[in-house]
């Protein structure tokens, strides 16, 4: 068989078109078929550049547009775009010509509402507040200088080439890299069983802390972070977690349940361990203190044990005896006026005539006047008795049974002086004695006169109320009743 030469195509009435004119057909037919519409979706992906112009993402849960707003729109915008947040924007489609995609150039953009993954967010994040999962009695102390780090990150990423570079200059320790994927379907679980690992780990392998760590992203890329498991395996580490997802503005739920959040992964190498150097130069200071302490005590303990030695005895005797010759200076002149006081005390206490025959003369004279402003006085206090007694008489004759008789009462007592206080006690009496204001009066309940007791005298006048005592019972006053 013989190779020939190939046979030439035959000739085509087909004009070739240049990819560039494709391109501007293309963007014509688009734009002119798609001048004006509204879509609704979920912003992703918000980027506002330098120039003023918004680039972002509109989405839903099974497409992506990609979306640009010039900086005029942008400033008239009433609120401000956040990845998350649902809204319906108007305007039109159109085609970048470079990369051959098509994107809409929107006039117009108004919030629609939270978006599907920030509902779900929000949701999630309640539920495990109400379980008590982001309580701080719950969160476990950082070790202050721990021996081995563990690191749940991407292996081939700047994340954990960050978190190295910042451990070898702040203090060399052993890292652990547990790799994982960070985004995608799969990386939830792949971070879960890297904390799950971590803690079950023994021996000196074990690490004594735990970085979760991934670089910023959309709501999207970082949602592994938000997953269920992955929550509550860190949650149920034993092993203090620091969590350092996204960028300082990015919050996973993550962040909630670990022990430490770290703005950036960087900042977690930061709060992992000190600074090597500051300890160095703080432990230094520190030793320098120690032994300044140390020999200012030392020096303290000197003088107070040289203070504290027996002196000599002639040293001791010596404050003793200047003691001994300024009393010896000072006892005659100490005993002449001791002598001078007691004398003049003596002569204060002599008794003569003359004094004597004073003292009795100024006492007549007290005791004359004594007498003569007593008597008026004990008039004036005898007559003051005299009146009350008075008055108590009077009061007494007022409330004595006698006043009442005489105003036409009478009291009945039997022959044995008790009162009867009833008729039927009266007629069970063989005889009473009735007692009126001015006398007394024998009777019986027949009616009939009875003799006088032997002992008892006819009254021709009423006693006093302080001699008819012999009608009265004994301890009574003579009540009526």
Request: some cysteine; glycine content about 8%; hydrophobic content about 40%.
């Amino acid at each position: 068989m013989t190779v020939g030469m190939p046979s030439e195509s035959p000739p085509s009435n087909d004009a070739a078109l240049s990819v560039s004119d494709l391109a501007a057909s293309l963007k014509r037919t688009v734009e002119t078929n798609y001048d004006h519409v509204v879509v609704r979706g979920e912003l992703g992906r918000v980027t506002l550049a330098r120039s003023g112009h918004m680039y972002c993402d509109l989405k839903d849960d099974r497409a992506v547009l990609n979306t640009v707003m010039w900086k005029g729109q942008v400033s008239r915008l009433p609120f401000k775009p956040e990845e998350g947040l649902e809204v319906i924007a108007t305007g039109r489609l159109s085609i970048y010509e470079g990369r051959s995609n098509y994107q809409m150039i929107a006039a117009s953009m108004r919030p629609a509402g939270a978006g599907a993954l920030m509902a779900l967010l929000e949701e999630r994040k309640k539920k495990f507040a109400a379980e008590g999962l982001f309580a701080p009695e719950h969160k476990k102390a950082l070790p202050y200088l721990p021996r081995t780090i563990g690191v749940v990150t991407s292996p081939t990423g700047a994340v954990i080439r960050d978190i190295l570079h910042r451990i070898r200059d702040r203090f060399p320790v052993r890292v652990i890299v547990w790799p994982a994927l960070v985004q995608g379907d799969s990386a939830a679980g792949q971070i879960t069983a890297g904390i799950e690992g971590f803690n079950a780990m023994t021996g000196e392998d074990r690490p004594d802390v735990l970085i979760v760590a991934r670089g910023g992203g959309s709501i999207e890329d970082l949602w592994p972070f938000n997953e269920e498991a992955v929550v509550r395996a860190a949650f149920n580490s034993e092993i203090p977690l620091i969590s350092a997802v996204g960028h300082e503005t990015d919050t996973t739920l993550i962040d909630y349940v670990s022990d430490a959040r770290a703005p950036t992964p960087t900042g977690a190498a930061e709060i992992a361990v000190p600074v090597r150097s500051e300890l160095l130069l703080m432990t230094g200071e520190h030793g320098e203190r120690l032994k300044r302490a140390l020999a200012r005590r030392t020096g303290q303990s000197r003088d107070k044990l040289a203070a504290a030695r027996l002196p000599r005895p002639e040293t001791l005797l010596q404050a003793k005896r200047q003691r001994l010759d300024y009393a010896s200076a000072s006892l005659p002149r100490a005993a002449l006026a001791l002598v001078q006081t007691a004398r003049v005390r003596l002569s204060r206490m002599a008794i003569s005539p003359a004094s004597l025959k004073s003292d009795i003369r100024a006492s007549k004279l007290r005791l004359r006047d004594t007498a003569v402003r007593a008597r008026p006085a004990l008039t004036r206090l005898i007559e003051r008795r005299r009146t009350a007694l008075a008055s108590q008489g009077k009061l007494l004759e007022t409330l004595s049974y006698q006043s009442t008789l005489k105003r036409g009462y009478a009291i009945v007592r039997d022959t044995d002086g008790n009162l009867i206080r009833s008729a039927e006690a009266a007629i069970a009496s063989p005889a009473f004695r009735v007692s009126f204001g001015d006398g007394d009066v024998m009777a019986r309940p027949d009616g009939t006169l009875p003799p006088p007791p032997p002992s008892a005298a006819p009254k021709t006048q009423s006693k006093p109320a302080s001699q008819a005592g012999e009608a009265k019972p004994k301890g009574d006053q003579g009540s009526l009743f």
